[in-house]
């Protein structure tokens, strides 16, 4: 996919990083990627990859702006309270870079709803969600880049489980809801930790696209906000798991 001479010189500075150059520049050009979940996960994700000039971003989500949303889902102002998430993010997406195309639907992400993404991002925050875009990702072959954030702590993993035999997929790690599953409106969040986690969630996806670096296929990336620690830990493929297990 041939670059305009303005988008050459928006992506200058990134053109410039050996790992991307026009090549890796011209791959986020023709690429796709569902992002499901427009709020404190989904932006700051969805923002760098317009950002970084990716070709065409599905947001799906059929919430609203809610004034206790606006301390962590700084995609969102004020004024843009009682309004559609995913339609108030599309703009920003488009403010911030013409050159890109936004699928924006106001709907909720069940078992059975299509995405056009070459990849999947989920950015979503219950387990019922999760497991069902898991379940998408593993049974049509794409990969899958899962974000979660909660108090103080984040973690971010890559799985490939429908492209790669001996991988594992989301449910090798979380094989059901966990008894004490609990989201942000029951336990909190720090604001700065879910745009730690959405930016990860974009870099993650910008190597996946461009082949720069090693991406966490296969492992998880978990942050300690409070203690100041992080660590990347490999995922097992579970040979019994209800989605991805021979047995």
């Known amino acids: 996919m041939q670059l305009s001479a303005d988008e050459i010189e928006r992506y200058a500075r990134q053109i410039m990083v050996k790992e991307i150059g026009g090549a890796g520049q011209q791959k986020l050009a023709a690429a796709k990627v569902s992002i499901i979940g427009a709020g404190a ?20 989500d059929d919430d609203r702006v809610q004034r206790s949303n606006l301390a962590r889902q700084i ?36 078992s059975g709803t299509a995405l056009s993404g070459d990849i999947l991002i989920d950015a979503t925050d219950n387990f019922g969600t999760r497991f069902a875009l898991n379940r998408l990702a593993h049974e049509s072959g794409r990969r899958l880049v899962s974000g979660a954030a909660g108090i103080w702590a984040g973690q971010v993993g890559v799985f490939e489980s429908g492209l790669a035999d001996d991988g ?3 449910q090798c790690f979380v094989p059901e809801t966990p008894p004490d599953a609990a989201d942000c409106e029951t336990v909190g969040v720090i604001g700065p930790v879910t745009g730690i986690v959405g930016s990860r969630m974009a870099l993650e996806t910008l190597k996946l696209i461009t082949g720069a ?13 409070l203690g100041g620690r992080e660590r990347t830990v490999k995922v097992q493929k579970d040979m019994k798991c209800a989605v991805c297990g021979s047995s």
Request: charged fraction near 20%.
């Open 213 to 225: 670096g090693v991406a966490l296929v296969s492992h998880l990336w978990i942050f300690d906000a």
């Open 75 to 110: 995609q969102f102002g004020e004024a843009d309270t009682g309004a559609s998430k995913v339609d108030t993010l599309a703009r920003a997406l488009l403010d911030l870079n013409p050159h890109i195309r936004i699928m924006n639907r106001r709907e909720r992400f069940v």
């Open 41 to 60: 996960l989904g932006g700051p994700c969805a923002l760098y990859l317009a950002a970084a000039g990716l070709g065409q971003i599905e947001l799906i």
């Open 168 to 170: 594992p997929c989301y």
